[in-house]
């Protein structure tokens, strides 16, 4: 049995802002049990639903030197569908009202202090692993801790270290100071081969550096990460570990994402009987959004965080002329940027028939919106991988995306002369190019019906579940821990 333990910020179903807990969550679940013992920490956020807290059940507790104090950490542990996840434990750092908050300096101490108490944990769990998955940033350096002041210690020699980015725009990065005087770590660590980034100290760039291994999340992102316009920085070394850097397609969960049983939407349906079944959801969701219910209207669901990595200035540049001149409802779901917010809100007050505005965070209606929706929108500036577009695809809601990262990797574009594609898709971050695109598919929803169930079809028959992707992380496990 190989042991292999997932350091990570967030995962379902205890506490998730985003796609990052989708895969910490499922793809354990999805790795070969027989040969595989996959185990999960987490920080225990105090913000974590009653639910889960009160499922906790407390290990031990010790205290570890950091920023020159002593400071508790508390272990505890939960087993859910077969997966033990443990907990760190420290108020003064996971007691915030959210996962992550804005003060920079604040994040950095937290999960700093995340990276060195998982590592001091270690010997007191009853889980030795072979192997640490780290998961972004926010795990960075414990690659870094292990290769500086763990591995004298026998009982860390030999662990291995693998570096996962989810999202290179998220480093970790704050001035060298500050960042030597917390971590404990020498001086001689923040020089340009190890931490530092352009004067600062980066986190994820010493995970990327003292790991074995480093993967992202698609093949696509993975070549564009090595180019100074995605790289953020970093294309050089990644450049540069470029034999040890795999880009590996995110799944998602078949069982959760299920249109014949999710227990969250209103009517069930399959690749075969979606054709008279889908549009109820549609129907149902009109009614209860408030939008005029007509199931021949075409609707354009947006479930996303709202930022630029999202693409919403290409729907600010349009959308308003595709509302006063296109047959069309929007279904907005997400938070983030307040001029966004704004924008949907206010869209929504101006437009009650064509826009509904959810700024809310809503894992219900969400799965509403898969369901109910005939095409998804989601054209990023970069996407790692995007879950929200394979999710809408398991519903038959047809993604519109642009041709970037994971999106480019699962969405293969409508060609009508061969009969063949899933989805729409734009090359250029141009919104004209974007709005081109939607209304192509309007053309194709509107005049060609029977084209467009052909296509939600072929959408709905395609595989994004965790198998073949869980194979390639273990060939990856094999390949570093034999
Ligand atoms: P990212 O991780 O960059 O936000 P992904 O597409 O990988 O993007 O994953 C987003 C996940 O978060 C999906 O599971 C999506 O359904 C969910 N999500 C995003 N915003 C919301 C929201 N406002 N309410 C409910 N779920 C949301
Ligand atoms: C990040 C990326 C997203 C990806 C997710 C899970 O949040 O923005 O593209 O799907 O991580 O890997």
Known sequence: MKNILYVASEAVPYIKTGGLADVVGSLPKAIDKEYYDVRVILPKYSCMAAEWTEKLEYITNFYMDYDFRSMYVGLFKCEVDGVTTYFIDNEEFFSTPAP???DALYEIRRFAFFSKAVLSALPVLDFHPELIHCHDWQSGLLPVYLHERFQDNPFYQGIKTVMTIHNLKFQGKWGIEDVARITGLDRSFFTPDKLELNRDADLLKGGIVFSDAVTTVSPTYAEEIKTPFYGEGLDGLLQARDHDLRGILNGIDYEVFDPQTDPL???HFSAKSFRSHKYQNKTALQEELGLPVDRKTMMIGIVSRMTDQKGFDLVAAVIEEILQNDSVQFVVLGTGEERYQQ????LAYRYPDKVSANITYNEALSHKIYAACDAFLMPSLFEPCGLSQMMSLRYGTLPIVRETGGLKDS????NEFEGTGTGFSFTNY???EMMA????????????????????ERAMKTDFSWE???RSYQEMYDWLIG
Do not use: G
Request: hydrophobic share 30%; charged share 25%.
């Open 100 to 102: 992550y908050t804005d």
């Open 265 to 267: 939407i209103t009517h």
């Open 343 to 346: 924008m949907f809100r206010d």
């Open 411 to 414: 969405v293969e574009p409508y």
């Open 430 to 432: 141009n919104a004209h």
């Open 437 to 456: 695109t939607l209304r192509y598919a309007e053309s194709i929803y509107y005049d060609h019906k029977q084209d467009w169930n052909r296509i939600a």
């Open 468 to 470: 073949a992707s869980a």
